[in-house]
């Protein structure tokens, strides 16, 4: 059975001027339960999503900030399109048929989320498309020290549900290395100033990508009687205060599950299909948030720098303030072993291809 579409008029504001002269602009998508969903052009940022509690209220649950101007200076990456690629790759460098490619080094050495002035700090081209919301950008050779001129595009659409379908592409005129995704903060609670440590959180993976001390993945480690152990449910907090090596390294969660499924379909030659991964519930607001996407793997990063970082009306955030859950492929993975198999390489003539989606709904 279909979902209900409901096609409402997305309604445009302006939103400020960037410092080279060009205007950035919020776009907002409406759906039969009054959500609103704001986007802007700058980034192709999620910068706000009101929702209904149990009660019916309305509020926001995802961090942002109030201005282009805020989102531009910060290193939280608050709702953020990722690219050209998500996460870490180690001593910001790749070799790829035989080429060595020096990447931005804009964390530890490494690269991370596409470098200093990734896709998440662009201004991306916009159109409407049957309700929905189409941005496109051109990612120039060189870019971050990625070969290729590459084009991507991201549709959101906002179904009568409360499910937000984030449908990524992407093309290039020559081999290179893309993994892209979406770095929404959530917080179901909606309350300005809490943390998610009371969020329940549940993760359809039997093991996780253990980190080094400058958290690239080192191997992958069963989550069966650990902290990571998230297959039934489990409230945050309780967790976070578990004594683990890998959680005292990154102060909290930043690592990536494998998701069950994947290592099955690669085995067996089939492309991954979009399936439940997680599901988040925030009992005092009664929202529930459900993550389901095509891909191998699914960060899980609890906002464990974020406090004191500057959040809505210049209010600054707590530790632990947010919880993202990125779908995408494996940080690294360009580095590992076959990563054309993996889906690390897109080469001329293939296209990039990833589904994610995030359905909010409210438990009685």
């Not at 910068?47 to 995802?62: E, F, K, N, Q």
């Not at 529930?288 to 974020?306: A, F, I, K, M, P």
């Not at 994610?356 to 438990?363: A, P």
Request: proline residues 5%; charged residues 20%.
């Amino acid at each position: 059975m279909n979902k209900p579409l409901h096609i409402s008029p997305i309604s445009v504001e302006p939103w400020g001027t960037l410092p080279g002269g060009d205007a950035c602009r919020l776009y907002t998508l409406r759906n039969a339960q009054d959500m609103k969903l704001t986007i802007s052009d700058l980034g192709a940022t999620l910068v706000s999503w009101h929702t209904p509690d149990r009660a019916g209220r309305l509020a926001d649950i995802l961090l942002g900030h109030d201005t282009p101007a805020a989102y531009q200076s910060a290193t939280t990456y608050m709702g953020g399109l990722i690219g050209r690629w998500a996460n870490r790759i180690a001593g910001a460098r790749f070799t790829l048929d035989g080429i060595d490619h020096a990447l931005d080094r804009n964390e530890n050495g490494n690269l991370l989320h596409g470098g200093a002035n990734g896709f998440h700090r662009a201004l991306w081209q916009v159109e409407e498309d049957r309700g929905a919301l189409l941005l496109r950008l051109d990612s120039p050779e060189g870019d971050g020290g990625f070969p290729g001129n590459v084009s991507v595009q991201v549709r959101y659409a906002l179904d009568d549900d409360g499910t937000l379908t984030i449908a990524y592409e992407g093309i290039t005129d020559a081999p290179t290395a893309l993994n892209l995704t979406s770095h929404g903060y959530f917080n179901l609670s909606g309350e300005p100033g809490a943390d998610v440590r009371g969020h329940i959180l549940t993760i359809d993976a039997d093991a996780f990508l253990e980190v080094d001390e400058r958290m690239i993945p080192i191997g992958m480690a069963e989550v069966s009687g650990s902290a990571f152990d998230f297959r039934h449910g489990a409230p945050l907090g309780a967790r976070l205060d578990w004594p683990h090596v890998q959680l005292a390294r990154a102060r909290g969660f930043d690592h990536c599950y494998v998701l069950r499924g994947g290592e099955q379909a690669e085995q067996a030659g089939r492309p991954l299909t979009l399936r439940q991964v997680a599901s988040v519930y925030e009992p005092g607001s009664g929202r529930e948030l459900v993550v389901s996407t095509d891909q191998r793997g699914l960060q899980c990063y609890t906002g464990n720098y974020l406090e004191g970082q500057p959040g809505r009306h210049g209010a600054p955030c707590v530790k632990h303030a947010g919880l993202c859950l990125e779908a995408g492929g494996f940080p690294n993975q360009i580095n590992m072993a076959a990563p054309d198999c993996d889906g690390a390489v897109l080469r001329p003539g293939g296209t990039y291809r990833q589904v994610t989606q995030y359905k909010v709904s409210v438990r009685a």
